[in-house]
């Protein structure tokens, strides 16, 4: 029997956005989303049996450790012990974390965080208890009660979370190049659970459902169809869309920067020029995320060259 637990997940950057819940304390979107998972963007939990419930830094060492605030051990503590009482758990843990990325590099941990921890604590209940360790899918939505956008992280390349439903979809895109331009590398003033609760007063929310449901029925097509560019228009528009919330919600917040500008400048210009480019997104943040299919390899080359000049990219 074992006493310690390791399992790993992967992060995942949102073309269609999950923005807004239409229930709270169960993370349930108030809109479809579809995501592409990063599967070079992992963490990692560990979990080891204890006297109480904690979490503890990483054991050993590794230049990503991840130093939680309080807030976010107390968030990661919660799931912890609501997946026990899920699977009626007296087991108490240690919960230790770690990246393969560095923290603030744009690319959000709370999805491969919640998906690890989810992954790590269901198979250590199921093991102790000796019951059939639990379907990926009830996994998924497991995990979803700890961070809305950790279900995604369960299903790889392509993920549609609808409602409670959360599941593969098959697209003509299998892998993709993924890069993020780093504009800025601090952390955020708003967290994203808290955007989600200020984006409905935005007079612009009371038809985000109907906007975004029409966009994923488009790009969901486009992308099954390799129809490349018009993919980008409905990612663009997407992702906008998501800031215009932020900006009109009452009070206003917002992430976007003037490099994020410049860089969104820049790629249109590309757009333009080669009439290609890649798949353009921002998630709440101001890092601009590219998606690039193989075949662009010298497009890629050459769009980072310069963007490497001004900005660290990763
Ligand atoms: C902008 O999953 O971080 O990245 O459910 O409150 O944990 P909680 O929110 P979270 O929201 C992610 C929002 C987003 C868009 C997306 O990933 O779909």
Not at 21 to 50: C, F, G
Not at 128 to 145: D, G, T, V, W
Not at 202 to 216: C, D, I
Not at 270 to 279: E, N
């Amino acid at each position: 029997m074992h006493n310690i637990w390791r399992h790993t997940a992967p992060a995942n950057i949102a073309l269609i956005k999950y923005m807004g819940k239409t229930d709270a304390s169960s993370n349930i979107p108030t809109n479809s989303s579809l995501s592409y998972t990063l599967n070079n963007y992992l963490t990692t939990v560990e979990l080891e049996l204890a006297e109480h419930d904690q979490w503890q830094p990483w054991n050993e060492q590794n230049p990503f450790n991840i130093a939680l605030t309080e807030t976010a051990q107390q968030r990661f503590i919660k799931h912890l012990q609501f997946i026990k009482k899920q699977l009626n758990c007296p087991a108490h843990f240690i919960i230790r974390s770690t990246n393969n990325f560095p923290a603030n590099c744009g690319i959000a941990s709370s999805a491969s965080s919640f998906a690890a921890l989810t992954k790590a604590a269901v198979q250590a209940i199921c093991e102790l208890k000796q019951i059939p360790l639990l379907s990926i899918e009830q996994q998924a939505r497991l995990s979803q009660q700890g961070s809305g956008s950790s279900c995604r992280s369960f299903y790889s390349p392509w993920c549609l979370w609808q409602g409670d439903n959360v599941k593969p979809v098959d697209l003509a895109y299998k892998e993709l190049d993924h890069a993020v331009i780093l504009v800025n590398a601090g952390t955020k003033a708003v967290s994203s659970s808290s955007a989600h609760q200020r984006v409905t007063t935005s007079l612009l929310f009371s038809n985000r459902v109907e906007r975004a449901e029409q966009r994923l029925t488009i790009l969901l097509d486009m992308l099954s169809q390799s129809h490349w560019k018009d993919a980008f228009q409905i990612v663009w528009e997407e992702f906008w869309d998501m800031h215009a919330l932020f900006e009109t919600a009452r009070p206003s917040f917002g992430y976007m920067t003037a490099d994020s500008m410049k860089v969104l400048q820049y790629v249109r210009d590309c757009w333009q020029q080669y009439k290609d480019g890649p798949l353009t997104t921002l998630d709440a943040g101001p890092n601009v995320h590219l998606l690039f299919r193989p075949d662009q390899q010298s497009l890629k080359t050459a769009l980072l060259q310069y963007l490497q000049e001004h900005y660290h990219v990763i």
